[in-house]
């Protein structure tokens, strides 16, 4: 049955329609006001005529809008010396903060837009790691203010009013839409999560235990038209719409959603609507030419009875202003952070998490190479991916072999290399590990090797207990459990190291990072957990999953593919074989898994694809797409 709700108080049925909605409606609007008069003079402010001395690009990092102060980059420019200036925002902050829409595009230097009923195909700009979007015509006809003060970018908006409500039940899940008088900036993010104990209602009518949930705040830059729209608006929030507040000129909306179900937010136009929907397939497809030598992908995969959604960057390793090199803790491998902040530090314009490591003591557990230099040797023969400047790239089992000869022609095999990986014998580590090392095992001797000579000799105690320096012109090695090899290396002795990967082609490939299993080869898949000393639990579990990838054309794919979910709410994730059906029917012929679970992080240009930011975990390393004048070196 279908009810429409009028506020004035009538109430009126119609046959069913399998639909149930509500419509609040208000009485007349008032004139409206604008944010700026709340501030002051200064929001009626133009951007300053230009001058000689002001002809540079001008930055920042700060940026108020309507008042409120965030951290969001903006970038003014003029495209030639005499042109009018033109204003930039990065097209994640025009999502995130303004709560306006990318389409697909073919053109990486023309942007299609939309935000409500604005709709218009914009410049774009590279600069700093970022994509920055010319929105100069559109805050001209939104009849939005903005001006400059040192290096933080203030915007107004005309105030908009709530106008109504609407909740429909449909056989997909829910849907909400207010409609406003004007369009007007709005937000959306996850909050937090909520256990079924804290839940009121302990039990669904089935008398099943109830589901944790997620819980969204929707914040919109408005307010009601009046309070008796308010009230009742405030009563009809039930189920999926928790609580509706207005608190300093900003609505506020809370949503309670299954566990890695987020509601899928757009604007319509022709009124001003923000439509909220509640159900299985909030993520839509895409598929945009971002810039020169990166597309952004999105689409469904249906694999089985499972249907995943798939998110992933194509790389044009041949153009010739792309680069692509691992990321990892500038000038040590000890320590985690977000993807999202190794990729601000590289200045990377993309990236994907990249390998395993301890979560304990943030140590790598697997190959990387940068440039050439082994920064972390590989581990249990498990796989890797090798590539070069050329755009050529290698997805193979790799081992790592070196031997430590003394004076005395005795030879010892060094098992690992900067790595937090641990077994009996012996493992070296040099300044790419970082200025010292902290034993990993209890009883560890460390012997320190300086121009190919043991020059001191340590008999440690505890694991984590002291710290030991790495020489720079040297490494120092750690014997574990490995006593009898103490007395091969006094003082003094002379120590050469020789070392290479195997198969040794790899020595042509400068950049290599290692995880494991390899998905597929040649386009069959090849999935063997095992082989690769990765447990059955391992293979067979469902969770989310980050892969490398490359085509037949020979572009390089960084995929991730989130927890979706089915028609009753219930999250799903792929496991290692479903994955390696997705990458075959997104194109892959070769690709490797990377760290997945709570690491699988893919970024673009300042935002996290895959999931909500308070969903990502801190990683050791991963990939790192660069594009023309991009340093690749980190800040």
């Not at 405030?234 to 609505?251: C, F, H, P, W, Y």
């Not at 340590?458 to 009898?484: C, V």
């Amino acid at each position: 049955m279908q009810g429409w709700y009028q506020l004035g108080g009538a109430i009126a049925s119609a046959a069913a329609t399998g639909l149930f909605a509500l419509w609040l409606q208000g009485s007349q609007a008032q004139p409206p006001t604008h944010h700026a008069q709340k501030l002051g003079g200064l929001a009626n402010m133009v951007p300053p005529a230009p001058t000689e001395s002001s002809n540079l690009p001008q930055s920042g990092d700060r940026m108020t809008i309507n008042g409120r102060e965030v951290a969001a980059p903006w970038y003014r420019w003029r495209p030639e010396k005499d042109s009018s200036w033109r204003l930039g925002i990065r097209d994640v902050t025009f999502g995130k903060l303004f709560g306006g829409e990318l389409r697909d595009t073919q053109n990486p230097d023309q942007q299609p837009i939309q935000w409500f009923a604005y709709e218009q195909t914009v410049e774009t700009h590279l600069a700093q790691g970022s994509r920055y979007l010319d929105i100069t015509q559109l805050a001209q006809d939104a009849g939005w203010h903005w001006w400059i003060e040192g290096k933080t970018l203030h915007v107004t908006t005309q105030e908009a009013t709530v106008n109504a409500i609407r909740r429909g039940e449909h056989e997909w899940g829910i849907r909400w839409v207010l409609q406003f008088d004007r369009a007007t900036p709005w937000q959306n993010q996850l909050v937090g999560r909520i256990t079924a104990e804290s839940q009121s209602q302990q039990k669904d009518p089935q008398g099943t235990q109830a589901r944790p949930q997620h819980e969204w705040m929707v914040a919109v830059d408005t307010q009601f038209l009046n309070k008796e729209l308010q009230k009742k608006a405030t009563n009809l929030a039930q189920d999926s719409l928790m609580g509706i507040k207005v608190r300093e000129g900003k609505l506020r909306l809370r949503l309670q959603t299954p566990l890695h179900c987020p509601p899928r937010i757009q604007t319509l136009g022709d009124p001003p609507r923000l439509v909220l929907d509640l159900g299985p397939t909030a993520m839509p497809e895409r598929d945009m030419l971002w810039a020169p030598g990166i597309r952004w992908r999105q689409d469904w995969i249906q694999v089985g009875s499972d249907r995943l959604g798939v998110r992933w960057l194509e790389i044009d390793l041949k153009k010739e202003t792309m680069a692509v090199k691992p990321i990892g803790q500038p000038h040590t491998q000890v320590g985690l952070s977000s993807l999202a902040e190794l990729a601000r530090q590289w200045q990377a314009y993309a990236a994907i998490n990249g390998g395993f490591f301890n979560r304990n003591n943030y140590l790598p557990l697997g190959v990387v190479r940068r440039d050439g230099m082994w920064l972390s040797a590989p581990v249990l023969g498990r796989g890797a991916i090798g590539w070069n400047d050329e755009g050529d790239v290698k997805i193979a089992p790799l081992r790592f072999q070196e031997t430590i000869t003394t004076g005395t022609g005795r030879q010892f095999p060094v098992i690992f290399f900067n790595s937090g990986y641990v077994r009996a014998g012996i493992a070296r580590y040099n300044r790419q590990w970082g200025k010292t090392y902290t034993p990993l095992t209890d009883g560890e001797i460390l012997v320190i090797v300086r121009d190919h000579r043991v020059v001191k000799r340590h008999q440690a105690d505890k694991a984590g207990e002291k710290a030991y320096q790495i020489p720079t012109d040297g490494y120092l090695l750690a014997l574990r459990s490995f006593h009898s090899a103490a007395s091969a290396f006094p003082v003094g002795i002379r120590v050469t190291s020789q070392r290479s990967p195997q198969p040794t082609d790899f020595n042509n490939y400068p950049h290599i990072l290692g995880a494991g299993p390899i998905l597929l080869r040649n386009g069959d898949q090849v999935l063997n957990a095992s082989q690769e000393s990765f447990s059955r639990n391992f293979a067979a579990g469902r969770a989310p999953r980050s892969v490398v990838g490359t085509t037949n054309s020979g572009k390089l794919l960084l995929a991730a593919i989130h927890y979706s979910c089915d028609r009753d709410g219930k999250a799903i994730a792929p496991n290692l074989e479903t994955t390696a059906q997705i990458m075959q029917r997104i194109g892959a012929v070769d690709a490797l898994n990377l760290d997945g679970g709570n690491s699988s992080t893919l970024y673009l240009g300042g935002r996290i694809l895959n999931k909500s930011p308070r969903q990502t975990g801190r990683i050791h390393n991963g990939i790192g797409v660069f594009l023309e004048n991009s340093p690749a070196t980190p800040h």
